[in-house]
């Protein structure tokens, strides 16, 4: 009897044991992060049945010593997607548009549309990443690195569509694309009238009282701003333009915490069946274990599933995500671009391990392009080279030295990359007018320095 009521209990209490995460446990994580230097500040929030609490640890910037907190704003990078995602639901649910409605529609009649053996493009192929656009527009041209999309218009952006080829049928394939879910948002708005912001402020965001996420800094947001950083380097404040959708919301952890309780059901709205609707309907994507609702990732990989999504931008870093079974949420937010990620995956479920080593950052694909291409050795004229793993937003640079195979580079900052399959440093130097120049490559081997010019 004795052991029947043990293992009843162990399986009872499973999911408490597993998912727990002692006061102790996350102090020490936020302190390991910020005393190393990998970034100024962090903020988690954890929420439960008994309310969220919030530990935070740090400075809003190197340079200022006033602590971080749970009110501080952030960017909020492509969390923004969930929010485009969640208003094509509810103007679905309104009426104002149907799912299989053609993009054509809604976009100016001189704007000349893709297709594909006749097929056309729809809000819904944008809204689940199947339209068959790449990660970013091909006429996209980053004119200020630590500002990428500053500069892009929407006569950039119809100049694209105009001159875009689909290289399949739009909804056979997925690729995650700022492209899809930043035009869908634009079409939002314009279907609307309204600018987008002031459309997700109305439908979704009020509802929630989440009153600090906006697109455009008030005043007040703008004193609580947590200053942006690659590790202990001050970085410009990001401003999106035309693709707001993808990218342009501010927020902060307190805000965030409210959406992830009313999406746990803790907070009561009228859209909670909307809230619902974004993870009933899934999608497989091309990642194992991993399946894409309403702009959610729902991994399936370790049980029970996960729900959960990541903002970067060029000195921010969000996680934000949920466990349905356990009814368990988090935020981690910090204002480096230091990779957090596997933090939040870990308080929600242990099996999801912590990373040892905190070197990597995260930079966006847009900032990585400059870096492409053939490199000669300045002493002895060999060769190397640099390729573009193309995967969205997990694309990475690739180095091709001599007889060996291509090497995946990893991101400390947006200039320095190590190898984890051997022990090398690469450090870039810019033009000190035009950060998109590569002036020189310095690769550091076994105590050896190699220099290389880009050919």
């Given at each position: 009897?004795?052991?029947?009521?043990?293992?009843?209990?162990?399986?009872?209490?499973?999911?408490?044991?597993?998912?727990?995460?002692?006061?102790?446990?996350?102090?020490?994580?936020?302190?390991?992060?910020?005393?190393?230097?990998?970034?100024?500040?962090?903020?988690?929030?954890?929420?439960?049945?008994?309310?969220?609490?919030?530990?935070?640890?740090g400075t809003m910037a190197i340079d200022d010593p006033t602590p971080i907190d749970e009110n501080a704003v952030f960017e909020t990078g492509s969390i923004t997607k969930i929010f485009t995602s969640l208003l094509f639901t509810e103007m679905i649910k309104n009426g104002d548009v149907k799912f299989d409605d053609p993009i054509e529609m809604y976009?100016?009649?001189?704007?000349?549309?893709?297709?594909?053996?006749?097929?056309?493009?729809?809000?819904?192929?944008?809204?689940?990443?199947?339209?068959?656009?790449?990660?970013?527009?091909?006429?996209?041209?980053?004119?200020?690195?630590?500002?990428?999309?500053?500069?892009?218009?929407?006569?950039?952006?119809?100049?694209?569509?105009?001159?875009?080829?689909?290289?399949?049928?739009?909804?056979?394939?997925?690729c995650y694309s700022n492209v899809c879910v930043g035009l869908l948002g634009y079409i939002l708005s314009l279907i609307t009238n309204q600018e987008f912001e002031d459309l997700v402020l109305d439908r979704l965001l009020g509802p929630m009282n989440m009153d600090s996420t906006k697109v455009n800094l008030t005043d007040d947001m703008k004193n609580r701003f947590a200053t942006a950083h690659i590790r202990d380097k001050k970085v410009p404040h990001w401003g999106v333009e035309v693709f707001e959708g993808c990218g342009a919301f501010h927020s902060t952890p307190k805000d965030l915490a409210r959406f992830i309780e009313a999406n746990l059901g803790f907070c009561k709205t009228d859209i909670y069946p909307i809230l619902q609707d974004a993870i009933k309907?899934?999608?497989?994507?091309?990642?194992?274990?991993?399946?894409?609702?309403?702009?959610?990732?729902?991994?399936?990989?370790?049980?029970?599933?996960i729900v959960y999504h990541g903002g970067a931008t060029g000195g921010h870093q969000l996680f934000i995500g949920f466990c349905p079974e356990t009814k368990k949420g988090v935020v981690v937010c910090s204002n480096s671009?230091?990779?957090?990620?596997?933090?939040?995956?870990?308080?929600?479920?242990?099996?999801?391990?912590?990373?040892?080593?905190?070197?990597?950052?995260?930079?966006?694909?847009?900032?990585?392009?400059?870096?492409?291409?053939?490199?000669?050795?300045?002493?002895?004229?060999s060769?190397?080279?640099?390729?573009l793993k193309s995967q969205g937003y997990l694309s990475m640079l690739m180095l091709k030295w001599g007889y060996y195979p291509q090497i995946p580079m990893y991101p400390s900052t947006e200039k320095d990359f190590?190898?984890?399959?051997?022990?090398?440093?690469?450090?870039?130097?810019?033009?000190?007018?035009?950060?998109?120049?590569?002036?020189?490559?310095?690769?550091?081997?076994?105590g050896t320095i190699y220099k290389f010019k880009k050919i």
């Open positions: 009897m004795n052991i029947l009521k043990k293992i009843f209990l162990s399986c009872l209490l499973a999911p408490v044991l597993s998912f727990a995460m002692t006061d102790i446990e996350i102090e020490d994580i936020m302190k390991e992060c910020v005393d190393a230097g990998h970034t100024p500040g962090m903020v988690i929030g954890i929420i439960d049945e008994s309310g969220t609490k919030f530990y935070k640890y976009l100016p009649k001189n704007v000349k549309l893709p297709e594909y053996n006749g097929k056309k493009i729809t809000l819904g192929h944008l809204a689940t990443h199947r339209a068959g656009f790449d990660y970013m527009p091909d006429n996209f041209i980053m004119k200020d690195m630590y500002n990428p999309f500053c500069g892009y218009s929407v006569e950039c952006l119809y100049d694209f569509l105009s001159n875009y080829k689909l290289p399949y049928e739009p909804g056979t394939q997925y309907t899934r999608l497989p994507q091309e990642l194992p274990y991993l399946d894409v609702g309403h702009e959610w990732n729902i991994s399936y990989q370790y049980k029970p599933e671009c230091a990779f957090i990620y596997d933090i939040g995956k870990n308080i929600l479920n242990k099996k999801w391990y912590l990373k040892k080593f905190r070197q990597q950052a995260i930079i966006v694909p847009m900032m990585l392009d400059k870096y492409i291409g053939d490199y000669q050795n300045i002493d002895d004229g060769k190397c080279s640099i390729h190590f190898l984890k399959a051997k022990p090398v440093e690469i450090n870039f130097d810019l033009n000190e007018e035009n950060d998109n120049i590569v002036e020189l490559m310095t690769v550091k081997y076994n």
